[in-house]
């Protein structure tokens, strides 16, 4: 599940809600209609309950009309839950905390939609009242003060006041707020202090509030509900999930703020775990080799798994590959009802996870069969009620998502759903079906501006506005956020690719910090991929798993050349080793794809392209390397497509087969 929601518990007996919970159920049951008239979502679940037993709490009786109506309501749900793909192994409180959680969002959904297709008829006025709500918010900050965002009436005075800004003009700011002082940047205390990803250098501590969670449930997570749900109706389903996401190193400010990611989290999600397939002890363990190895074996014990959740398709393919690594181990834990006692967990931990656990030698013989098939395909056998794989697969995740589609997941939907940044949501994909990632921009979740591509490097840049960009041309992006950002330069680059209505559709092209660039010849990594793949079928029987790129200034002594060059390192499956004219190939197609390169190559200027193969498993243990540097979690990690630091080549070249 995408969402967050205060859920029914999943024990024998359901509580009431709290006051605050019933007022909320109240307002919506005016709203929201199940089936039987007039009766609202209250009458409902309180029916179920009262019919189950559920109740721990003396009620009134309920007048006889509500009576016979909510038996009625009662009926026609329990039969609408009845005919839907359920989980194995649900409780009565599970199944009803899922299916109204499900309508919920779907009513969420659905108004979000309307709100939105209405605003992109007139992004101008959407955007604008979206930037003087921010200003006004923070008008006695000491940083609104300082550009008199009180007196801003237009988004004209706005972008004469203020200029373009990148990290560096917020860094002390925000050192002032994790050190405690109170409105400098945002006038309420941020709820984290978050950690971006580090992919086109040393990670930032940005500021994130209630505003931008709320954002991204409502204007994206409601959204792209509503979107999979026409797109795939099985995905109403009550299936369990399995979502792949881990408990992040979290460390303190000296005012006592979090620091790291601000992505959703087992404690963040924790009213929500039930739905999913790994139990909540799992997310004690702090290791993620253990978690995954916790998640993949409760998922394969769950025949009827409905969906594949991650924040990236990296963590699936990835939780692939342990997959098949760890067959034998997983089967024999099912067969003989146990955990692993390989696993590093805290006696209580094993306890609770043990209890959890009966032997199933036929779930483990079918396993087994599924197995000897191969693993291509594999999610379909093992799954085969499998309806979704929900992962963001656009930038630098494509490989890991056609790898996917082509082995482990075969005929296995895929949908993207979200363009979002530690800065907060950007855009949605309203299209799954698609094929190419594309991304309507969100008009009311940041204020937006657009530098052309052909103005990057200018020292005061003009920007455009939505309703002023050009189909088909690239832009950064330059954004005020609910969280203390003022046109600042996210370094993301897009390419207006449509319209929906009046709002631009975007693709996400590249980082402008994972860009090669030895003589100016600015290869971007969009580029560079479709390159390598467009050389892949001159490889017989290679298939790319991973790579990365680095420009020879950083290798020093191992750059092994006088003239400037790249240095690619590539995890292929396949085949062992390439020729040198084999190896040339990837640089002659890359000339082919880029003028500008091409002239250098031929000037001298730029000396040919370096290709090192390196070992099975390489690129993962590139990733802990990463992360640890970065203190980046499993959860927000994305691979660097260009690497920056001669450590991480010194690394790669020590895993070098050839």
Same mark, same amino acid.
Request: hydrophobic share 40%; aromatic share 10%.
């Given at each position: 599940?995408?969402?967050?929601?205060?859920?029914?518990?999943?024990?024998?007996?359901?509580?009431?809600?709290?006051?605050?919970?019933?007022?909320?159920?109240?307002?919506?049951?005016?709203?929201?209609?199940?089936?039987?008239?007039?009766?609202?979502?209250?009458?409902?679940?309180?029916?179920?309950?009262?019919?189950?037993?559920?109740?721990?709490?003396?009620?009134?009786?309920?007048?006889?009309?509500?009576?016979?109506?909510?038996?009625?309501?009662?009926?026609?749900? /329990?039969?609408?839950?009845?005919?839907?793909?359920?989980?194995?192994?649900?409780?009565?409180?599970?199944?009803?905390?899922?299916?109204?959680?499900?309508?919920?969002?779907?009513?969420?959904?659905?108004?979000?939609?309307?709100?939105?297709?209405?605003?992109?008829?007139?992004?101008?006025?959407?955007?604008?009242?979206?930037?003087?709500?921010?200003?006004?918010?923070?008008?006695?900050?000491?940083?609104?003060?300082?550009?008199?965002?009180?007196?801003?009436?237009?988004?004209?005075?706005?972008?004469?006041?203020?200029?373009?800004?990148?990290?560096?003009?917020?860094?002390?700011?925000?050192?002032?707020?994790?050190?405690?002082?109170?409105?400098?940047?945002?006038?309420?205390?941020?709820?984290?202090?978050?950690?971006?990803?580090?992919?086109?250098?040393?990670?930032?501590?940005?500021?994130?509030?209630?505003?931008?969670?709320?954002?991204?449930?409502?204007?994206?997570?409601?959204?792209?509900?509503?979107?999979?749900?026409?797109?795939?109706?099985?995905?109403?389903?009550?299936?369990?999930?399995?979502?792949?996401?881990?408990?992040?190193?979290?460390?303190?400010?000296?005012?006592?703020?979090?620091?790291?990611?601000?992505?959703?989290?087992?404690?963040?999600?924790?009213?929500?775990?039930?739905?999913?397939?790994?139990?909540?002890?799992?997310?004690?363990?702090?290791?993620?080799?253990?978690?995954?190895?916790?998640?993949?074996?409760?998922?394969?014990?769950?025949?009827?798994?409905?969906?594949?959740?991650?924040?990236?398709?990296?963590?699936?393919?990835?939780?692939?590959?342990?997959?098949?690594?760890?067959?034998?181990?997983?089967?024999?834990?099912?067969?003989?009802?146990?955990?692993?006692?390989?696993?590093?967990?805290?006696?209580?931990?094993?306890?609770?996870?043990?209890?959890?656990?009966?032997?199933?030698?036929?779930?483990?013989?079918?396993?087994?069969?599924?197995?000897?098939?191969?693993?291509?395909?594999?999610?379909?056998?093992? /799954?085969?009620?499998?309806?979704?794989?929900?992962?963001?697969?656009?930038?630098?995740?494509?490989?890991?998502?056609?790898?996917?589609?082509?082995?482990?997941?075969?005929?296995?939907?895929?949908?993207?759903?979200?363009?979002?940044?530690?800065?907060?949501?950007?855009?949605?994909?309203?299209?799954?079906?698609?094929?190419?990632?594309?991304?309507?921009?969100?008009?009311?979740?940041?204020?937006?501006?657009?530098?052309?591509?052909?103005?990057?490097?200018?020292?005061?840049?003009?920007?455009?506005?939505?309703?002023?960009?050009?189909?088909?041309?690239?832009?950064?992006?330059?954004?005020?956020?609910?969280?203390?950002?003022?046109?600042?330069?996210?370094?993301?680059?897009?390419?207006?690719?449509?319209?929906?209505?009046?709002?631009?559709?975007?693709?996400?092209?590249?980082?402008?910090?994972?860009?090669?660039?030895?003589?100016?010849?600015?290869?971007?990594?969009?580029?560079?991929?479709?390159?390598?793949?467009?050389?892949?079928?001159?490889?017989?029987?290679?298939?790319?798993?991973?790579?990365?790129?680095?420009?020879?200034?950083?290798?020093?002594?191992?750059?092994?050349?006088?003239?400037?060059?790249?240095?690619?390192?590539?995890?292929?499956?396949?085949?062992?080793?390439?020729?040198?004219?084999?190896?040339?190939?990837?640089?002659?197609?890359?000339?082919?794809?880029?003028?500008?390169?091409?002239?250098?190559?031929?000037?001298?200027?730029?000396?040919?392209?370096?290709?090192?193969?390196?070992?099975?498993?390489?690129?993962?243990?590139?990733?802990?390397?990463?992360?640890?540097?970065?203190?980046?979690?499993?959860?927000?990690?994305?691979?660097?497509?260009?690497?920056?630091?001669?450590?991480?080549?010194?690394?790669?070249?020590?895993?070098?087969?050839?």
């Amino acid at each position: 599940m995408l969402f967050f929601t205060r859920s029914i518990p999943t024990q024998t007996r359901l509580q009431l809600p709290q006051s605050t919970t019933m007022q909320m159920m109240e307002k919506l049951s005016s709203k929201v209609i199940f089936y039987s008239g007039t009766l609202g979502i209250l009458a409902v679940i309180v029916a179920v309950a009262q019919c189950f037993g559920l109740l721990s709490v003396m009620v009134r009786p309920l007048p006889t009309t509500l009576g016979v109506l909510s038996l009625g309501g009662m009926a026609l749900i /329990w039969r609408d839950i009845r005919w839907r793909v359920k989980g194995e192994n649900r409780t009565v409180g599970g199944l009803l905390s899922q299916y109204f959680a499900v309508k919920l969002v779907g009513f969420l959904g659905k108004r979000q939609r309307a709100k939105l297709e209405n605003d992109t008829q007139d992004i101008r006025r959407a955007q604008e009242e979206t930037l003087l709500k921010r200003l006004q918010k923070n008008a006695n900050t000491l940083y609104g003060k300082q550009y008199d965002f009180g007196s801003i009436k237009d988004c004209e005075v706005f972008r004469q006041r203020h200029p373009v800004t990148g990290y560096s003009h917020y860094r002390e700011l925000v050192k002032r707020v994790a050190a405690g002082e109170e409105s400098v940047l945002i006038a309420e205390r941020p709820l984290i202090l978050a950690m971006t990803s580090g992919t086109s250098g040393q990670s930032s501590m940005l500021l994130s509030t209630k505003d931008t969670n709320t954002e991204f449930f409502l204007q994206g997570v409601c959204v792209c509900l509503d979107a999979m749900r026409r797109a795939f109706p099985a995905s109403e389903s009550l299936q369990r999930t399995l979502k792949l996401f881990y408990v992040p190193t979290l460390r303190t400010s000296e005012a006592g703020i979090p620091i790291g990611p601000n992505s959703s989290t087992p404690a963040s999600s924790r009213h929500m775990l039930h739905l999913y397939t790994t139990p909540e002890p799992a997310f004690r363990v702090p290791s993620e080799r253990d978690t995954l190895y916790l998640h993949l074996l409760f998922a394969l014990k769950d025949r009827s798994l409905g969906t594949l959740e991650s924040n990236f398709a990296s963590t699936v393919f990835y939780a692939f590959r342990a997959l098949q690594e760890r067959w034998e181990e997983l089967l024999t834990d099912i067969e003989l009802g146990r955990v692993n006692p390989d696993l590093q967990l805290e006696p209580d931990v094993r306890a609770a996870l043990e209890k959890l656990m009966a032997a199933d030698p036929g779930r483990a013989g079918e396993l087994r069969a599924h197995g000897e098939g191969g693993f291509e395909g594999i999610a379909r056998r093992v /799954w085969p009620q499998l309806n979704l794989v929900l992962a963001v697969d656009s930038g630098s995740n494509q490989i890991y998502g056609e790898m996917l589609r082509q082995h482990y997941c075969k005929g296995v939907p895929f949908y993207s759903p979200f363009y979002a940044a530690t800065e907060g949501l950007i855009g949605v994909n309203l299209w799954p079906e698609q094929e190419r990632r594309q991304y309507l921009l969100c008009p009311r979740s940041m204020f937006c501006e657009f530098l052309p591509e052909t103005s990057l490097d200018e020292e005061e840049p003009h920007t455009l506005l939505m309703d002023q960009v050009q189909e088909g041309k690239n832009y950064e992006l330059v954004i005020t956020n609910a969280s203390g950002l003022f046109r600042y330069r996210v370094g993301d680059i897009i390419k207006v690719v449509g319209f929906h209505n009046k709002c631009p559709v975007v693709e996400f092209q590249y980082r402008r910090g994972q860009m090669l660039n030895v003589r100016g010849e600015k290869v971007s990594e969009a580029l560079f991929l479709e390159t390598l793949q467009r050389t892949l079928p001159l490889w017989p029987g290679a298939k790319l798993v991973d790579y990365c790129c680095a420009e020879s200034g950083i290798l020093g002594e191992s750059s092994g050349g006088a003239q400037p060059h790249y240095q690619v390192f590539l995890e292929l499956k396949g085949v062992r080793d390439l020729s040198e004219e084999q190896r040339y190939k990837l640089d002659h197609c890359l000339q082919e794809e880029s003028a500008v390169y091409k002239s250098f190559r031929l000037k001298g200027s730029i000396g040919p392209m370096r290709v090192q193969l390196v070992r099975e498993g390489a690129f993962q243990e590139l990733k802990g390397q990463m992360m640890s540097y970065s203190n980046t979690s499993p959860n927000t990690f994305k691979m660097h497509r260009v690497i920056r630091r001669k450590e991480y080549a010194d690394f790669l070249f020590g895993k070098t087969i050839s």
